[in-house]
């Protein structure tokens, strides 16, 4: 069975200072990994993907399979990144994404 | 990107009782998805729902306590039947997008069973 884990409930960082939220999977086969994100009144959204490789708002995200890592970074934190960011790791065979338990993040002036 | 819209949106409950959430999509989707996220919790997968077959439940939940319906590509419902104070909870809607791995998520309905 697939597993993600978010070994942060909560992090707080000042504005401008590199974040760096972290996510561990475990999964037998080839993992496909994706950070979602809930910004406050706002309903879950896709944040960025492993396959696509791309920076979106400015984090990116890198698939370390030695690790089984897949943590999410940003080099100089905004007060708008404050949000829940949830990992999550999909499944082809069930079609299902297994979420993470989520890190909170809180930017601070 | 899909448009998907859950009613109620918040609703407050008495043990004993059942209510029914509907998951509305703006475009024709094949599956749809009903997840769980109790209070301080993560998501949790309840079932799938694909239309023109019976929903396949995850671990941990039956069909008699969270029965769906989907008669259609836009349209689903979920029943949380027999309430009681641990079903307090979010209720998200999720569709697959064109892409096949990618998700699409409902505003939530946020249940209060007292």
């Known amino acids: 069975a697939q597993r993600v884990t978010q070994p942060e409930k909560l992090l707080s960082v000042f504005k401008g200072a590199p974040v760096e939220l972290k996510c561990n999977y475990s999964?037998?086969?080839?993992?496909?990994l994706f950070w979602y994100v809930q910004y406050s009144r706002q309903r879950l959204q896709l944040l960025l993907r492993?396959?696509s490789r791309e920076s979106i708002k400015g984090f990116t995200a890198d698939l370390n399979k030695g690790e089984t890592s897949f943590h999410l970074k940003k080099p100089f934190a905004q007060e708008e990144d404050s949000a829940m960011y949830y990992c999550?790791?999909?499944?082809?065979?069930?079609?299902?994404?297994?979420f993470g338990s989520g890190t909170q993040l809180t930017v601070l002036p | 990107s899909a448009v998907i819209s859950q009613k109620p949106s918040r609703d407050i409950c008495q043990r004993g009782t059942s209510l029914t959430i509907q998951c509305q999509v703006d475009?024709?989707?094949?599956?749809m998805f009903w997840y769980r996220q109790q209070p301080g919790q993560s998501l949790t997968l309840i079932a799938t729902?694909?239309?023109?077959?019976?929903?396949?439940?995850e671990s941990g939940f039956v069909i008699d306590k969270f029965p769906i319906s989907r008669p259609n590509l836009t349209f689903s419902t979920l029943t949380v039947s027999n309430m009681s104070p641990e079903d307090s909870s979010i209720y998200l809607c999720?569709?697959?997008?064109?892409?096949?791995?990618?998700?699409?998520f409902g505003p939530g309905t946020r249940l209060t069973v007292l």
């Open positions: 475009s024709q989707v094949t599956m």
């Open positions: 729902a694909n239309q023109g077959s019976e929903a396949t439940y």
């Open positions: 492993h396959i």
């Open positions: 999550a790791s999909f499944s082809g065979s069930a079609r299902q994404l297994t």
């Open positions: 999720s569709v697959s997008g064109t892409s096949y791995n990618e998700q699409f």
């Open positions: 999964y037998s086969g080839s993992p496909e």
